[in-house]
């Protein structure tokens, strides 16, 4: 930003084109004065030549007649009046000098031509010099000629003093220039350099308010300010019908995400409250069927009691896969919902602890865990236990079918993301559902398979991505699955 | 004799005579040079014309230019008169010329005869030395052997005759001026 030099810069195109034009006009004018004054005074010169040879001629005539040198001489030498002539000859009809004249003593000899035909008067330029010649008659016969050699240097001295002096003018004219550029500035350059300002400034702020002052006089420039101001009006005028359309756009999603917030909300709350109040008649259910299966059916008929024991050997079973899926249900409901208790957590330990349980349940199977020791994370405890639960919980499962099944639980480093990952080898899934995965009631095995409610690993995702971390899982079909998961 | 007069018409008329151009370099004669001079005063003299048809030259006594005299005047004219040459016996026959030539041959009784041409405004012109002093107009000299002349401008005065200054300017001297008028 370089206003001074920005501000001159028309102003010094006015400058220039005024002193240019100045110039020129001057310069023309000088040399056309010059070239005419130069001819005119060769005119001159040769007039007064004529004028002098005429005069020499007249009187010079009884000096040819009677031979008389010295007379013609003395006639001669009236031309030291003339400052430009500096040689003359009076030559006989035979072409025998009679009298000459020279203005220095060492002018050297001139040739002198006779006239063309029948010319009385002829002039040669020699050089700087103006040769005139001019026949004598006398009662109409031709009794001689005179020849009249000038310097033209007068006009070298004239065209330097010229010079001189168009330079002068020329000086002076400029400066006038320079002082007039300052009013030419007024009118012309202010008007659009205050426009050029005024722009800038609307770049800079982004302010369409401001408006140009309108110049006085109705030329172009006040044509281009209008122009300009009526712009930043419709600038101004569009810019807010942007922002209303915006207002108005931003209240409508404002508006759609407290609604579908709302109902969300009311879903979740429906979802949870029938969750919760399905465990009291569950609970109620099971206590009845254990009451049942403790009863004394020996009053029954044998057959029967064999049946009822087997009806009622069923019941626990169904009560128990309604009673995880209900934990399931409103575990994801507070996935979603709960407060974020950040602290750090050994998940390690968690890890043992939770293939440990699982391990208790049943006592039967074989596997071999690995733990990485010291995994620690700074997250909310109850969630992770839910996430964990949920990998490991997967992980036994699938490869409960697995001769020799191996479940691992570590990290590992990508980039500057610490990625916990729990692998197993188990049955896997087809990677061309993958993107089912951790979406809630999606199953890639049949529950007759693997039993399960669908829910797990939507929660898992939940929470992983509350923590503000990602969860992917890679597979092979029986060839074992590896769930990742990182946490900011 | 015919290629001299022919440089001197050249030299002093300026009428261009083929083969002039070779003969330049040899001096006039004296009496051609005078001849061309006598022709020469008519142009530069004014007189009452004596003959409405002629300008006549008359020569007093001995003619001493032989033909060039006629041979110069010859078919020229002066203010519309033909000019003619005549030789004359005396001064009664002279005052019917406008110039007289007066040769040496009649110096012994020159006063008298120059008093009645005066009256009679005839131009007189001689060669006989101290013509001017016995009353005459004009005398030719030489100076520096060339031809040149001197006036009597008392005598011309005392006539009707005018000369031109331009022929006074040529002169070499000229005698009778009036008191404060000196010459060019």
């Given at each position: 930003m370089r206003p001074f030099s920005r501000r001159t810069s028309i102003s010094a195109r006015l400058m220039r084109m005024n002193l240019l034009v100045t110039a020129v006009a001057l310069s023309l004018a000088s040399v056309s004065f010059l070239l005419y004054d130069a001819y005119s005074f060769r005119q001159n010169l040769i007039h007064s030549l004529h004028t002098e040879a005429q005069i020499i001629g007249a009187n010079s005539a009884s000096a040819l007649l009677f031979d008389d040198s010295d007379a013609a001489h003395s006639t001669l030498s009236a031309l030291r009046n003339s400052p430009d002539v500096v040689y003359a000859i009076i030559l006989t009809p035979a072409r025998t000098p009679l009298a000459n004249y020279q203005r220095q003593k060492d002018t050297p000899k001139i040739d002198t031509p006779p006239l063309p035909g029948h010319a009385s008067e002829f002039t040669w330029q020699r050089g700087s010099q103006i040769l005139l010649g001019s026949r004598i008659d006398f009662q109409g016969k031709n009794i001689g000629t005179v020849y009249i050699l000038a310097e033209t240097t007068e006009i070298g001295q004239r065209i330097r003093r010229y010079v001189l002096i168009a330079i002068l003018i020329l000086l002076v004219c400029l400066v006038a220039a320079l002082m007039l550029t300052a009013s030419f500035r007024r009118v012309i350059a202010n008007p659009i350099v205050g426009l050029a300002n005024i722009a800038r400034t609307v770049t800079r702020?982004?302010?369409?308010s401001i408006r140009a002052p309108i110049p006085g006089d109705t030329d172009e420039v006040s044509v281009l300010v209008n122009s300009f101001n009526e712009m930043l009006g419709q600038i101004q005028e569009r810019d807010r019908a942007l922002l209303a359309s915006r207002d108005e756009l931003e209240q409508r999603v404002q508006e759609r995400t407290a609604e579908l917030q709302a109902a969300n909300k009311e879903l979740e709350a429906f979802s949870y409250s029938v969750a919760h109040d399905l465990r009291g008649p569950l609970d109620s259910i099971g206590s009845t069927s254990f009451l049942l299966r403790n009863a004394d059916w020996s009053a029954l008929d044998p057959q029967l009691r064999g049946q009822t024991a087997e009806i009622l050997e069923m019941l626990p079973r169904a009560i128990g896969r309604m009673s995880a899926l209900i934990d399931d249900l409103l575990n994801l409901s507070r996935s979603k919902s709960a407060v974020l208790h950040l602290e750090p957590i050994d998940l390690s330990a968690m890890a043992a602890g939770i293939l440990d349980e699982l391990a208790k349940n049943e006592p039967n199977r074989k596997v071999d865990v690995v733990i990485a020791p010291r995994v620690v994370a700074i997250a909310d405890k109850g969630l992770m236990r839910v996430v964990l639960a949920n990998l490991l919980g997967n992980a036994w499962k699938y490869t409960?079918?697995?001769?020799?099944p191996h479940i691992e639980f570590g990290t590992r480093r990508e980039g500057n993301n610490l990625v916990y990952f729990v692998c197993d080898n188990g049955a896997g899934f087809d990677p061309q559902y993958q993107h089912r995965?951790?979406?809630?009631?999606?199953?890639?095995?049949?529950t007759s398979e693997f039993a399960g409610t669908g829910i797990g690993l939507a929660t898992v995702h939940r929470i992983v991505t509350r923590h503000g971390g990602r969860i992917w899982a890679e597979s092979q079909l029986d060839h074992g699955a590896d769930f990742f998961f990182t946490l900011n | 004799m015919k290629f001299a007069l022919a440089a001197l018409l050249v030299l002093i008329l300026g009428v261009e005579v083929p083969g002039a151009g070779l003969l330049l370099a040899q001096a006039p004669r004296e009496s051609d040079v005078e001849a061309a001079y006598l022709f020469n005063f008519a142009k530069f003299m004014h007189a009452q014309p004596h003959s409405p048809d002629f300008f006549t030259i008359g020569v007093m006594?001995?003619?001493?230019?032989g033909a060039t005299l006629e041979q110069i005047t010859a078919h020229e004219q002066m203010d519309g008169r033909a000019m003619r040459v005549m030789p004359v016996a005396g001064a009664d026959d002279a005052r019917n010329c406008d110039m007289i030539f007066v040769s040496d041959s009649e110096a012994p009784r020159l006063e008298k005869d120059l008093e009645m041409l005066q009256a009679a405004n005839v131009l007189t012109v001689s060669n006989v030395p101290g013509f001017l002093d016995r009353g005459g107009m004009i005398q030719f000299l030489i100076v520096s052997s060339r031809v040149r002349f001197s006036v009597n401008l008392g005598a011309v005065n005392r006539s009707k005759i005018t000369l031109s200054s331009e022929l006074l300017k040529v002169a070499v001297s000229v005698s009778g001026l009036p008191p404060g008028e000196v010459k060019p």
């Open positions: 702020e982004k302010d369409f409960s079918k697995t001769p020799l995965l951790f979406q809630p009631f999606q199953r890639l095995h049949a | 006594g001995k003619n001493p230019f």
